[in-house]
């Protein structure tokens, strides 16, 4: 096993320079009302800016991110910078990437975990396995929320005419993470075009148990210094011009380097710490 759990070796055109992160103990309970007012989320350290996909050049919306942990859940909380602040799709599992939306990837062992989220607090999630696994003798063969023949799938190499040298995995779509809560919170006033907003903060909570398909064996919750590769993004449907934008602006945390959130060797590296943040500084 590898560092982060991945036991694949990309090609060298997948060199970028991921990000670091040190996710400390949450201080206390977390409520999570998208308004990341807590002690915990006022200590937490911030993310460095989002920057383009591709290019890595700065985003003209101010987008970071934080993370903290305890015994029960992983949690998220981003502080995004918008003057019109809009959403329209309500119905869990649409598709929200084609509006503005914010992103998390949690990758591991063959495996990685998508989850997506507009202002509306409308949800897409796909659990993802490398097909080159899903076979006899894999962790999770078998199991029937992971079998193609009945389950709704997607079938992806790359994305944006990138293909991961790695080829093709299975998206699995009917696939829930048990226990998440999520929440957004708006400085302003949606889907009111007339009024200029200052932006909107998501909040979530991924419980543990939810990511032992991901996991590999690892230790959930972590253990003191265990690394994660996790990447979290903001895609952007209205350009600086108030244009519609196709395909939509995309941010990360650390540039990929094509058009394709799909990339779990260069997700940043994310260690837990067991120091509590109000202690970390």
């Known amino acids: 096993m590898g560092q982060g759990g991945l036991v694949y070796n990309p090609l060298a055109r997948h060199r970028q320079k991921p990000e670091r992160y040190t996710c400390y103990r949450a201080a206390g309970p977390i409520a999570v009302d998208g308004k990341l007012d807590s002690r915990s989320w006022r200590m937490a350290p911030k993310s460095t800016p989002f920057v383009d996909i591709v290019t890595g050049q700065p985003a003209w919306f101010d987008s970071r991110v934080a993370l903290l942990w305890d015994d029960e859940n992983l949690y998220f909380g981003f502080w995004l910078e918008e003057t019109d602040v809009w959403g329209t799709l309500t119905r869990r599992d649409s598709k929200v990437w084609e509006e503005n939306d914010v992103e ?87 889907n009111q075009r007339a009024h200029r907003d200052r932006g909107w903060t998501v909040e979530l909570a991924f419980p543990w148990q939810g990511l032992a398909g991901i996991a590999g064996g690892r230790s959930l919750p972590p253990k003191n210094g265990d690394v994660w590769r996790i990447d979290c993004s903001r895609f952007e449907k209205i350009g600086r011009n108030h244009e519609v934008l196709d395909p939509c602006a995309g941010w990360t945390w650390n540039r990929h380097g094509h058009y394709d959130s799909h990339i779990p060797e260069i997700f940043p590296y994310v260690t837990f710490s067991t120091m509590r943040v109000d202690e970390a500084r």
Not at 138 to 150: C, I, K, N, S
Request: charged residues 25%; without cysteine.
């Open 104 to 190: 998390v990837f949690i990758a591991g062992t063959d495996t990685y975990y998508e989850f997506e989220i507009n202002a509306l607090n409308t949800v897409y999630e796909v659990f993802w396995i490398w097909k080159d696994v899903l076979k006899p003798g894999f962790r999770l063969y078998g199991r029937p929320e992971f079998d193609p023949a009945t389950q709704r799938t997607l079938v992806l190499d790359g994305v944006g005419g990138h293909v991961h040298p790695r080829g093709e995995r299975w998206g699995f779509l009917d696939w829930d993470y048990p226990g998440l809560r999520t929440a957004v919170h708006v400085d302003g006033t949606i």
